[in-house]
């Protein structure tokens, strides 16, 4: 029953992803159509201070939410898991409360001084009404992950964005006309209603399910302690990290200008890269991210009654399928990504740099599961260490390279930072668990499966006249096939036989 209830959750969350990230891509295409890739890195900017803000008024929450009540409810005791939740409620009050405080009170200053545009101070304003109700929604969508019910998770995450898309939409109709700044005003205010009407829906399910639920109260002393030892380590982590993420996103747009760009490319090559490049580069990771995000709570409750053998198997297999499935992906980036970021964006440029930063996605990748593991293995702090590390080398790579070499610096910096947290990561899995690697199946067939498919799609595709969609999706499903059939007669994967009983 629970391996049904597993792999259903699974389709379920893979499902909702691929959705979201479709909905976020095309809603993406959109607005670069409506505000250019000028307004896009205009709102980036004011989302890297709002994304520090939301951190404060959220970290730690989720990961204690869904570790306490996975394994309190695996224990059998629904009580604590309920005193868990409240607690995170209270917690999740004094912190966004705090943090919307600083957005508001900050807004003048960081937009005059920090983010050297004062176009987006009323944007921060505006989006500091939308972190009370962040925070509630984080507890109770990692309550929904914990008792294995992600589809009250999945369809809030669908409505916020349809919310958030249709709020824009009527408020483009008043403020588009008023320039960049009024435009980024209209997208906070999507983001706002979007976060309270998601609330107000998520709350209303978490009650139903409680009301079905028997269980005495318990005292909420214990809880407390449990709830604070996971969430404020974390959060404190989660802050100093997101900081220098925010730093990061300053650096960029300014380390273009001292490289000779005016500010209007500067924001033009930041918006292009942040909000239109990676988007899609991480768009197939939607079946990794739906599939990790379910490893979390599993692997919590199997430590919590010693299933160490079964978490070590599960380790090896998701590392192993990982890489199965972003070599290919992959290799149709850099065959088809100039088709592709013309078909999305309808600009040869996010094409060109989709080719460039296809070999990352292995990478991101691998270090998106490999976090899962290692925070269903009570490593959360190790998993902000590494991402700590990669933010400061980031930091100090973007002050360094992009004066000097402007978008080639900021690539190298990708790579780089990338490699080494992925790098960090995957060596802590591989001391905390019993993992057995094989250099030939796990990355050597492979990619010479994927290189071999990738160069016959190629090949294929040379005199095609079709639009460019058409050519990624007929050349994607080329390459998918000789890549399967590759891995076949390599040994890779193995078709089952059933065999006859005499």
């Known amino acids: 029953m629970k391996r049904k209830q597993f792999i259903r959750n699974i389709f379920i969350l893979t499902a909702g992803s691929v959705i979201l990230r479709l909905i976020a891509i095309g809603f993406s295409a959109w607005l670069s159509r409506k505000i250019g890739s000028e307004g896009m890195g205009l709102f980036q900017l004011i989302f890297s201070v709002y994304s520090l803000a939301s951190t404060i008024a959220t970290s730690g929450i989720y990961l204690a939410v869904t570790r306490l009540v996975s394994e309190e409810i695996g224990k059998g005791s629904y009580s604590k898991a309920n005193d868990a939740m409240r607690v995170c409620m209270i917690y999740g009050v004094v912190v966004s409360t705090a943090a919307s405080a600083f957005l508001w009170f900050g807004a003048p200053y960081i937009g005059t001084h920090i983010l050297q545009d004062a176009r987006t101070i009323k944007s921060?304003?505006?989006?500091?009404?939308?972190?009370?109700?962040?925070?509630?929604?984080?507890?109770?969508?990692?309550?929904?992950?914990?008792?294995?019910?992600?589809?009250?998770?999945?369809?809030?995450q669908i409505m916020e964005q349809l919310i958030r898309i249709m709020v824009v939409s009527i408020a483009f109709q008043f403020v588009l006309p008023k320039g960049l700044e009024w435009s980024c005003v209209g997208i906070a205010l999507g983001s706002v209603g979007g976060e309270a009407l998601t609330f107000f829906y998520t709350f209303a399910l978490y009650l139903r399910d409680k009301?079905?639920?028997?269980?005495?109260?318990?005292?909420?002393?214990?809880?407390?302690?449990?709830?604070?030892?996971?969430?404020?380590?974390?959060?404190?982590?989660?802050?100093?990290?997101?900081a220098l993420v925010t730093i990061e996103n300053i650096l960029i747009p300014r380390g273009f200008r001292k490289y000779g760009a005016d500010s209007a490319l500067a924001l033009s090559q930041y918006g292009m890269m942040s909000a239109m490049v990676m988007p899609i580069l991480n768009f197939p990771a939607a079946l990794i991210t739906s599939f990790s995000s379910l490893l979390v709570p599993e692997v919590a409750e199997w430590r919590a009654t010693g299933k160490e053998q079964e978490i070590d198997r599960l380790t090896g297999q998701v590392l192993r399928v990982t890489l199965l499935f972003a070599l290919p992906v992959s290799a149709v980036f850099i065959c088809f990504g100039v088709q592709l970021g013309s078909a999305v964006y309808g600009n040869a440029e996010v094409g060109q740099m989709l080719w460039i930063m296809a070999p990352l996605t292995p990478i991101l990748y691998l270090d998106t599961v490999a976090d899962a593991l290692l925070k269903g293995m009570d490593e959360q702090l190790s998993v902000l260490r590494y991402s700590i590390i990669d933010s400061?080398?980031?930091?100090?790579?973007?002050?360094?390279?992009?004066?000097?070499?402007?978008?080639?610096?900021?690539?190298?910096v990708l790579f780089f930072t990338s490699f080494v947290n992925a790098s960090l990561s995957i060596s802590r899995l591989t001391q905390v668990t019993r993992i057995r690697f094989s250099f030939g199946d796990w990355i050597g067939k492979p990619l010479l499966a994927a290189a071999l498919a990738g160069a016959v799609a190629l090949l294929i595709?040379?005199?095609?006249?079709?639009?460019?969609?058409?050519?990624?999706?007929?050349?994607?499903?080329?390459?998918?096939?000789?890549?399967?059939?590759?891995?076949?007669?390599?040994?890779?994967?193995?078709?089952?036989?059933?065999?006859r009983v005499s």
């Open 124 to 156: 921060m304003k505006v989006l500091a009404a939308a972190l009370p109700f962040m925070a509630f929604s984080c507890s109770l969508r990692g309550y929904f992950f914990a008792i294995r019910q992600v589809w009250k998770t999945n369809s809030s």
């Open 211 to 242: 009301h079905k639920r028997e269980f005495v109260p318990e005292k909420v002393g214990a809880t407390a302690k449990n709830v604070l030892n996971i969430a404020v380590p974390v959060a404190l982590s989660s802050y100093l990290k997101e």
């Open 392 to 412: 400061c080398l980031s930091v100090l790579l973007l002050y360094t390279l992009l004066p000097l070499f402007g978008l080639q610096g900021y690539i190298t």
């Open 461 to 499: 595709s040379r005199n095609w006249t079709f639009s460019p969609a058409w050519q990624v999706a007929i050349g994607g499903i080329i390459l998918a096939v000789i890549y399967g059939g590759a891995l076949l007669a390599l040994g890779i994967i193995r078709v089952p036989v059933k065999r």
